[in-house]
């Protein structure tokens, strides 16, 4: 599989975002990230933990990259970086509005904007609540490009047991979507689960 793009942006959610890079990695799949400023504020905020200091564990692994939001020269700003597509997550709605809009100026923005162009698959974990007019307008513009939007939503009817368990079947879902090997665990899957 080829190397599948991370971006994370400043919606809430940056827990997810940490899962996926590390099923990635646990899985052998290259992992190209790049991080919002306001992603790398929310980081602090809701994990607890220095952006910087989860990026330098993730680059003791060889099938890691990261680039600087403010590199526009990045590989991943043109198509000639051949991925298996891009994950947003979370994607806050001022990325949506900008991407729905082609207004590639940062680099998560931008490879998006090349990921669509490409026709190649774009997952968007769209965060907010409630969402107004202006986001679903700029959601629907997405989805009509092709663009897959996976909004954060508990499967309550998997019956999680733990916050844990929310996050991990989000996180598995939006993999999934992407064609990610062995990505949704059978507890995870409708039926995979035993009544207590
Ligand atoms: C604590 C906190 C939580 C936020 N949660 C969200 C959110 O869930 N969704 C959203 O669209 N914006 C949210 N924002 C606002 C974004 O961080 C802000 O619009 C930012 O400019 C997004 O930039 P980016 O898309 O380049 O990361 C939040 C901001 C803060 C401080």
């Known amino acids: 599989m080829n190397p599948i793009i991370v ?36 980081w602090l905020h809701e994990l607890g933990i220095p952006f910087s200091e989860t990026l330098s564990d993730w680059e003791e692994r060889p099938n890691f990259t990261y680039h600087n939001v403010a590199d ?13 597509g891009m994950l947003i997550i979370p994607s806050s709605m001022a990325t949506v509005a900008a991407i729905a809009h082609g207004f590639s100026d940062n680099l998560l923005r931008r490879a998006a904007d090349v990921t669509i162009k490409e026709r190649r698959p774009l997952i968007v974990l769209a965060r907010e609540s409630p969402l107004s007019a202006i986001h679903l307008e700029n959601l629907l513009i997405l989805a009509r490009l092709g663009v897959v939007i996976l909004p954060p939503a508990p499967a309550f009817y998997l019956k999680p047991e733990t916050v844990q368990d929310v996050n991990e079947y989000i996180v598995e879902k939006a993999l999934d979507v992407l064609g990610v090997p062995n990505a949704m665990p059978d507890k995870f899957r409708y039926g995979g689960r035993e009544e207590p």
Not at 14 to 40: F, G, N, Q
Not at 72 to 84: D, K, L, M
Request: charged share 10%.
């Open 7 to 42: 971006g994370i942006s400043g919606g809430s959610g940056a827990i997810l975002a940490k899962i996926a890079v590390e099923s990635l990695l646990s899985k052998d799949i290259h992992v190209i990230v790049t991080a919002s400023s306001s992603a790398r504020q929310m």
């Open 72 to 84: 526009i020269g990045a590989p991943i700003a043109s198509g000639g970086q051949a991925t298996s």
